[in-house]
C-alpha cells in the first residue's frame, strides 16, 4: 500500500500559480504511476494529468494543456503539479492517485488516493 497526502493548494487571482505537491509513503514510490485528478462542486471527479513511473512519460487534459505540468521526484517519493496561468473554472479539489502498471487518465484504474487539497481561483 502506498499513502498520499496532497499539500499547496489555497487561495489565488486568476493568472496566478500554484504548486501542488503530493508525498508518498509505505510502498515503493518509484514503482507507482501517478496521476492528478479534480473535482468541482457538484461535478464528477475529471483527470487533470499523470505521469509514469520514470517520469519519461506524461499526459495532460486538455483543459490544462500549456498551463499545468506534472513532474515527479522519485528520490523525495513526491509528485508535483505546477499550475500556472490559473482561471476561475479551475476552482475544485485537486486529488493525486497511484496505481500500478503504466499511467492512466482513467480514474477507476487508480487504487489509492489522496485527500485532496482545495484550489479556489477568484476572478
Known amino acids: 500500500q502506498v499513502q498520499l497526502v496532497e499539500s499547496g493548494g489555497g487561495l489565488v487571482q486568476a493568472g496566478g500559480s500554484l504548486r501542488l505537491s503530493c508525498a508518498a509513503s509505505?510502498?515503493?514510490?518509484?514503482?507507482?504511476?501517478m496521476g492528478w485528478f479534480r473535482q468541482a462542486a457538484g461535478k464528477e471527479r475529471e483527470f487533470v494529468a499523470c505521469?509514469?513511473?520514470?517520469?519519461?512519460?506524461?499526459k495532460d487534459a486538455d483543459s490544462v494543456k500549456g498551463r499545468f505540468t506534472i513532474s515527479r521526484d522519485n528520490a523525495k517519493n513526491t509528485v508535483y503539479l505546477q499550475m500556472n496561468n490559473l482561471k476561475p473554472e479551475d476552482t475544485a479539489v485537486y486529488y493525486c492517485a497511484a496505481k500500478d502498471g503504466s499511467m492512466s487518465y482513467r480514474p477507476s484504474r487508480y487504487a489509492y488516493w489522496g485527500q485532496g487539497t482545495q484550489v479556489t481561483v477568484s476572478s
Open positions: 509505505g510502498r515503493t514510490f518509484s514503482s507507482y504511476a
Open positions: 505521469i509514469s513511473v520514470s517520469g519519461g512519460s506524461t
